[in-house]
């Protein structure tokens, strides 16, 4: 099993006779990795909310992993180069079907016409958390990063919702 669950045939992303990612300092030890990628994908979410980061378009998703992964992998904001799987506890240790490599940006590109311009601020709340859920889901099951898609797609939501929804009385 590859680091952080996921699978792959031939993993570019992690050294050589190991499950640990390539990462900017080299280590090569899970542990002292996530202990790092932790703190530096916090405190650049908080570098993120002190600059009012804003949301214009769905592939801000890229931007927003790279704000987020880039102290911590080269790769940081670029979609992934292979195809992956990741044993889901929830699914009995099946995968969900993620984007196929090659079709990464386009699949964004039609998540994003189907979803960004709706008239958000016009949804009922119970409307505006069907619909947010939809989009927010369709982005995380095309899985655009080999590492890091929940935690971007989870601030990418935060910002989206804090910029786009404004609920109607």
């Known amino acids: 099993m590859q680091s952080k669950g996921l699978l792959s045939m031939s993993d570019p992303y992690v050294y050589e006779f190991s499950s640990v990612l390539k990462n900017v300092l080299d280590l090569q030890n899970d542990e002292d990795l996530d202990a790092y990628e932790n703190t530096v994908v916090n405190l650049a979410l908080l570098k993120l909310l002190k600059e009012d980061y ?4 769905t ?31 929830i699914l009995n240790g099946i995968s969900v079907v993620y984007e196929d ?18 008239k958000w ?13 939809r989009y927010m889901s369709a982005l995380w099951q095309i899985h655009p990063f080999r590492e890091g898609n929940t935690r971007t797609v989870t601030t990418y939501l935060y910002f989206f919702c804090s910029e786009i929804w404004i609920p109607t009385q």
């Not at 804003?54 to 378009?57: D, G, W």
């Not at 709340?125 to 947010?132: A, G, L």
């Open 59 to 89: 592939n801000q998703l890229f931007d927003t992993h790279q704000s987020l992964f880039k102290d911590v992998y080269a790769w940081a904001g670029k979609p992934r180069t292979i195809n992956i799987e990741k044993s889901e506890q």
């Open 54 to 57: 804003q949301i214009l378009h």
């Open 101 to 118: 490599k090659a079709s990464i940006l386009s699949a964004i590109t039609n998540v994003h016409n189907q979803y960004f311009n709706k």
């Open 121 to 133: 601020g016009t949804f009922s709340e119970t409307s505006f958390v069907y619909e947010v859920t």
